[in-house]
């Protein structure tokens, strides 16, 4: 073990558990409700809220034909509050909190979504994830638990109790899970050009997936990061988001029927 004056030292203990709480914990999300499902409660909110006001400013205006110090201090008091439970209540009618599972469930849940049946994900955006998250949740189980441990150990408590030798190590890796987790659990969307890619002609590619022999387009596009590439073996186009207009332009030209 290192001597604990080392700055990164600490650092990497910092890290390693943020990154362990991160696949631990469960997370929580605010989430945008459905406007039209709100819209007349947020109405009725409104009304109150300016009869609420109205009222507060005449009993100001009592106060202050009156020289009324103390009635117009209540009613400023009381208008603070109106303000504050109105916000309030607004921001309760428009969002609302999602309490999602551990990213470490998420990724067993990945695993066992993508093994249900019928789930019908033989079409070109079949996606390798249920291996990826199987080969991920492999690597933490191989890192964490003990296999000498009299009882078989769960993986939640085994990472949470971890303490690896080597910390600095054991950061990099622990973030590279949460790195592949979240890729797992909320993937980048993907979509495809049925047209040969205007640099080797190539229309389709044959890709194996979980064993599978899939047919793929060769261009295939990724919407979330913005890039689009053609996955030809001997082909290394690649076009980013700016270049988006020449490809699309470069396919028009290939008349080639779909
Ligand atoms: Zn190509």
Redesign the pocket.
């Known amino acids: 073990m290192t001597e604990p004056t080392g700055q990164p030292v600490t650092d990497s203990g910092v890290r390693l558990s943020a990154a362990i709480d991160q696949l631990l914990l469960a997370e929580t999300r605010e989430l945008d409700r459905d406007q039209s499902d709100v819209r007349r409660q947020l109405a009725d909110e409104q009304t109150s809220y300016l009869a609420d006001m109205t009222y507060l400013a005449e009993r100001i205006r009592d106060g202050a034909d009156r020289a009324d110090e103390q009635t117009i201090e209540r009613a400023r008091t009381a208008i603070d509050e109106v303000v504050d439970r109105h916000r309030s209540r607004v921001t309760a009618l428009t969002t609302t909190t999602a309490r999602l599972p551990s990213l470490l469930d998420q990724l067993h849940d990945a695993v066992t979504s993508a093994n249900g049946v019928g789930n019908g994900s033989r079409g070109p955006h079949r996606s390798p994830l249920n291996s990826t998250a199987v080969e991920v949740l492999t690597d933490i189980r191989r890192t964490v638990v003990d296999p000498d441990a009299d009882e078989p150990q769960q993986l939640h408590v085994a990472l949470a109790a971890w303490r690896p030798a080597d910390v600095d190590a054991a950061a990099e890796k622990a973030e590279r899970w949460v790195i592949d987790a979240r890729a797992i659990v909320s993937p980048a969307r993907w979509t495809e050009a049925a047209r040969p890619?205007p640099?080797?002609g190539?229309r389709h590619v044959f890709v194996t997936e979980d064993g599978q022999r899939i047919r793929k387009a060769?261009i295939q596009v990724n919407l979330t990061e913005g890039y689009a590439a053609?996955i030809?073996h001997s082909?290394s186009?690649w076009w980013d988001r700016t270049r988006f207009t020449l490809l699309a332009a470069a396919l028009e030209h290939e008349d080639v029927p779909t």
């Open positions: 890619c640099n080797c190539t060769a053609c030809a082909c186009a």
